[in-house]
């Protein structure tokens, strides 16, 4: 393999830093961050920003994330190395590698054939065996696999969606943005226990909306 070259190297270094001051701090989702390289699941155009803390554009009108907030999602997830997790919103594939190196198991689905094809091919070229990922609507969650130990939704509903609370395990950990797609949404936690639902409000975030139904490619 080569060595990146210095700039590059430099890059990596201050995106590791942004997202330590933005409070990422657990080490194994560090380590995950520094291992899968942003750069691939940023195309075209925008590809030199891949080490800035900033959402980019990605194939069809979708974002990917900002590194901080994935870092933040992460992190709120307690992801196990046992635990099989479901990724609602696959985008560019990027959260879902993160999430792969921490867990035994990802499933993560998106409405869009796209940008599922395009992730799976990039997981099949980074040798991340361990990501299954599908086309459907992810707003009824992926019955044939349930439960998971840890569901993350990476677009925002209104409320938490009841097929995916009913996916989750005993103990099992929901992290997702909700609130209107048009104005700032919460990003919550939610735990399943043995008598019901805990929910912990996290941070302001701002994500595209979790809409209904297949999309066009585009
Ligand atoms: N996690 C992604 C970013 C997600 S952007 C990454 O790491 O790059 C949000 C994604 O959610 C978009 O790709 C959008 O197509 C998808 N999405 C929106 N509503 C959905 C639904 N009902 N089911 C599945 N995916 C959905």
Do not use: W
Request: glycine letters at 8%; aromatic letters at 6%.
């Amino acid at each position: 393999m080569n060595e990146p070259d210095p700039d590059t190297a430099e890059r990596k270094m201050q995106f590791l830093f942004a997202l330590r001051s933005r409070g990422v701090t657990d080490k194994r989702v560090l380590a995950a961050m520094e291992k899968i390289d942003r750069a691939p699941f940023v195309r075209g155009y925008f590809a030199t920003r891949a080490y800035d803390d900033t959402p980019l554009p990605i194939a069809c009108g979708q974002t990917i994330s900002q590194p901080s907030v994935v870092g933040l999602m992460t992190q709120a997830l307690r992801v196990g190395a046992r635990d099989t997790v479901l990724e609602i919103g696959t985008g560019s594939g990027y959260q879902a590698a993160i999430l792969s190196v921490l867990a035994r198991r990802v499933y993560t689905v998106d409405r869009h054939s796209r940008l599922v094809r395009e992730a799976s091919e990039l997981f099949r070229e980074l040798d991340l065996t361990n990501i299954t990922s599908r086309t459907v609507d992810g707003s009824h969650g992926l019955p044939e696999q349930a439960p998971f130990d840890r569901i993350l939704v990476t677009a925002a509903a209104e409320d938490p969606p009841g097929p995916l609370l009913a996916q989750l395990k005993i103990g099992g950990i929901m992290v997702l943005p909700v609130g209107q797609s048009d104005a700032v949404q919460r990003l919550i936690r939610v735990t399943r226990t043995e008598t019901g639902l805990d929910y912990d409000e996290l941070m302001p975030v701002r994500f595209v909306p979790l809409l209904e139904g297949l999309g066009r490619d585009t």
